[in-house]
C-alpha cells in the first residue's frame, strides 16, 4: 500500500530520479523550455520551482543550495543572472506546462514545459516598463490622455521651431 506516499516514483530508483530530475532542471533553465512527458513535466514543476524561488536572494547559501540540486556551475549562473531578475516580483508560479498530445511510439502524453516569463506570446505584450506603470481609474486616464496629447503637441511644436 503506498499510503500517504506523494512522490512520483517515474519507474526509476531514488539516485537514478534524482539524476533525471537534476539534468531536466538544468535543460529548463538553459534553454528556458523543454519538450518531455507530462509525467516528467509535473515533477520537473515540483523540483524546480523551490530553487527558482531561492534564486531570488543572491546569497553564497543559496548558490551552494542550488548547486546541490544542480550540479551544474553553467546552470545555476543563468539561474541567478538571467530567470532571477525576471521572476523576482513574482510570488510563484515559475514553470508553465502545456500538453502537446501523445507520442506517436508509445502513446506516451508529452508536455512542453517553459519558464512563465519568457514567453512573449502569452505575456499580453507586457514589459518590465509595463510593469512599472501605475494603474489608472477613468478619471485619471481622462486627465492623463489630455495632458498625453499636450505633451506630443508640444513636441510637436519644439520640432517645428528647430
Known amino acids: 500500500m503506498r499510503h500517504g506516499d506523494k512522490i512520483n516514483n517515474l519507474g526509476r530508483k531514488t539516485a537514478h530520479r534524482q539524476a533525471l530530475l537534476s539534468n531536466l532542471a538544468c535543460a529548463l533553465i538553459e534553454n528556458k523550455r523543454i519538450f518531455t ?16 524561488n531561492k534564486s531570488k536572494t543572491d546569497t553564497t547559501h ?4 542550488a548547486f546541490s540540486y544542480l550540479g ?3 546552470a545555476v549562473i543563468a539561474l541567478f543572472k538571467d530567470v532571477a531578475s525576471k521572476v523576482a516580483e513574482r510570488n510563484g508560479g515559475y514553470t508553465r506546462i502545456i500538453k502537446t498530445g501523445n507520442r506517436q511510439g508509445d502513446a506516451a502524453e508529452m508536455a512542453l514545459i ?11 505584450g507586457k514589459t518590465v516598463a ?12 481622462s486627465a ?3 495632458k498625453a496629447a499636450a505633451k506630443q503637441t508640444g513636441a510637436e511644436e519644439t520640432k517645428t521651431e528647430e
Open 130 to 141: 509595463g510593469a512599472e506603470k501605475a494603474k489608472t481609474t477613468r478619471r485619471s486616464r
Open 37 to 52: 512527458t507530462l509525467a516528467k513535466a509535473k515533477a520537473l514543476r515540483v523540483y524546480v520551482e523551490p530553487i527558482i
Open 114 to 124: 517553459e519558464l512563465v516569463d519568457f514567453n512573449e506570446i502569452y505575456s499580453n
Open 62 to 65: 543559496s548558490r551552494r543550495v
Open 144 to 146: 492623463g490622455t489630455k
Open 72 to 74: 551544474n556551475k553553467e
